[in-house]
């Protein structure tokens, strides 16, 4: 398993979301599948309304999932498209975009990581 360490003073309501959403039962450790992530966005984000200032970010990201067609439940294996939605400030969410993108380029499909916050 890697794990991806991002800033918790950088990230504050991406941390945030992450802990209520494992609280809720959504796993801690995802698994990385790029195949479907867009689509697997797009339709997770289709029933929540753009906000002004505010992008909506889901946990598990839609490229943290396992292999599967059935909706994401709640437990150990990341799979579907469902997941937590929060709407956080556009300008974190943007830069955890673009860190997460780049610290998960170098892993495999398949590849187990989970969020580390210091």
């Given amino acids: 398993m890697q794990r991806v360490t991002l ?8 941390r945030a979301h992450l ?9 801690r450790i995802l698994v ?5 992530a867009l689509q697997r966005k797009n339709r997770l984000l289709k029933g929540s ?3 002004r200032s505010f992008d909506r970010q889901a946990y598990p990201p839609a490229i943290g999932r396992g292999r599967g067609s059935r909706g994401l439940k ?8 469902r997941a937590d939605i929060a709407y956080i ?4 969410s943007r830069t955890y975009d673009s860190l997460t993108s780049s ?11 989970r969020y580390v916050f210091r």
Avoid at 32 to 36: A, I
Wanted: aromatic share 10%; hydrophobic share 30%.
């Fill in 7 to 14: 800033s918790r003073a950088a990230f504050p309501k991406i």
């Fill in 19 to 27: 802990a209520r959403a494992v609280k809720k039962g959504w796993p």
């Fill in 32 to 36: 990385v599948n790029r195949k479907g």
């Fill in 49 to 51: 309304p753009a906000r």
């Fill in 74 to 81: 709640r437990g150990r294996t990341p799979t579907g498209w």
């Fill in 89 to 92: 400030p556009s300008s974190e």
């Fill in 103 to 113: 610290k998960l380029m170098p892993f495999c499909d398949g590849t187990r990581f």
